[in-house]
């Protein structure tokens, strides 16, 4: 069975640039998450979807980002401009709907901004 | 504010031995305390979870104990190998919310041979 889809796995770029990380949920999945995590915050959700639509962006830390999922089996979360506190994994996790099951994470992507 | 506070943040334990990681809580509306495991490299990947009805749940060597008094939760691994070792996480979540999962800042367990 496909797990949770991310890419790029790393991506390396320069402060002020603009970042897409891409996200393929388990086929079935309504629910889509995605994270980030560092060492200083550990794990934070970021924004959470429910079929298709933003239900959860408190985690949001500012206007550069945005999140979309024009589609079951997308979804992208964008950055723009990058800065150098943005350089984190950002993970995307799936589950079913209706609260409380349990989320599969794909492997993440590893950001660096330079 | 931290909701969910977890500890100890990295822990050594000899294989055998029995591996014991602690969280508390502070929102009572929470009803669902799942436990991920992280190796390098990977995402999180669910271990176990509990809801606040059940005072402890056992899946082979990973046991959850629950105190809904004391708002906290652990996770004891017993026979601990070295395969065990990566970053395991506590989190909360309440049902009305759609799985939203508070996390707690993760605990590094490393099993020694």
């Known amino acids: 069975d496909a797990g949770v889809i991310q890419s790029p796995r790393h991506e390396v770029t320069e402060m002020g640039q603009e970042v897409t990380l891409r996200c393929k949920p388990i086929?079935?999945?309504?629910?889509l998450f995605w994270y980030r995590q560092t060492m200083m915050r550990g794990l934070e959700l970021l924004i959470y979807?429910?079929?298709?639509?933003?239900?959860?962006d408190s985690g949001m830390p500012e206007d550069r980002f945005s999140a979309k999922m024009p589609n079951a089996s997308f979804s992208t979360l964008k950055i723009q401009p990058s800065e150098l506190r943005d350089s984190a994994v950002y993970f995307c996790a799936s589950s079913l709907p209706r609260g409380n099951q349990p989320q599969h994470f794909g492997d993440g992507t590893r950001l660096s901004i330079l | 504010q931290q909701q969910v506070k977890q500890s100890p943040q990295s822990l050594i334990v000899q294989k055998g031995g029995i591996s014991i990681i602690n969280c508390a809580y502070e929102?009572?509306?929470?009803?669902?305390f799942p436990w991920y495991q992280q190796f390098p490299g990977k995402g999180p990947a669910l271990l176990i979870a509990?809801?606040?009805?059940?005072s402890e749940k056992k899946e082979g060597r990973f046991t959850i104990s629950f105190n809904k008094s004391a708002k906290q939760f652990s996770l004891h691994i017993m026979d601990s190998q070295p395969g065990d070792s990566a970053t395991y996480f506590c989190a909360a979540s309440r049902w009305n919310q759609g799985g939203k999962l508070i996390f707690g800042q993760g605990t590094e367990l490393s099993v020694k041979p």
């Open positions: 979807f429910n079929n298709n639509v933003p239900i959860d």
């Open positions: 086929s079935g999945h309504n629910s």
């Open positions: 509990i809801r606040p009805d059940v």
């Open positions: 929102n009572t509306a929470f009803d669902y």
